[in-house]
């Protein structure tokens, strides 16, 4: 099993940045994508972006794109969400997930096995 465990949620002001922590343990050698979605109240979980655990590549939502970074530290088995020019918009409880699925969608809730428990983000304006 995966355990993941998000870290760095708050409240901040519209324009202001934010990073998430995501801290993988047990058995990540499992993992071959981590990705980070959010779900805003009274809307359905959305994805926000992705990266493969060995070559780094990323996948992004439009809504975030130019403002939001996901990377990872394979040595500290972190992923991180850098979160630039927040808008009241992106408030919501974000979760990290990972995969181990190599042939699957990055944007895929259902191809995710692991979760963490979400990290509160708000935005105010």
């Known amino acids: 099993q995966v355990q993941l465990v998000e870290s760095g949620g708050g409240l901040v002001q519209t324009g202001d940045s934010l990073r998430l922590s995501c801290a993988a343990s047990?058995?990540?050698?499992?993992?071959?994508?981590m990705g980070w979605f959010r779900q805003a109240p009274g809307k359905e979980r959305e994805f926000v972006a992705a990266?493969?655990?060995?070559?780094?590549?990323?996948n992004y939502a439009d809504s975030v794109k130019g403002r939001f970074t996901i990377s990872r530290d394979n040595a500290k088995n972190t992923v991180y969400l850098q979160m630039n020019s927040l808008k009241p918009e992106d408030t919501a409880v974000y979760y990290c997930?990972?995969?181990?699925?190599?042939?699957?969608?990055?944007?895929?809730?259902?191809?995710?096995?692991?979760w963490g428990q979400g990290t509160q983000v708000t935005v105010s304006s």
């Open positions: 997930a990972g995969s181990p699925r190599t042939f699957s969608s990055a944007s895929s809730e259902q191809h995710y096995d692991y």
């Open positions: 047990g058995r990540t050698f499992n993992i071959y994508r």
């Open positions: 990266i493969s655990w060995s070559l780094g590549g990323t």
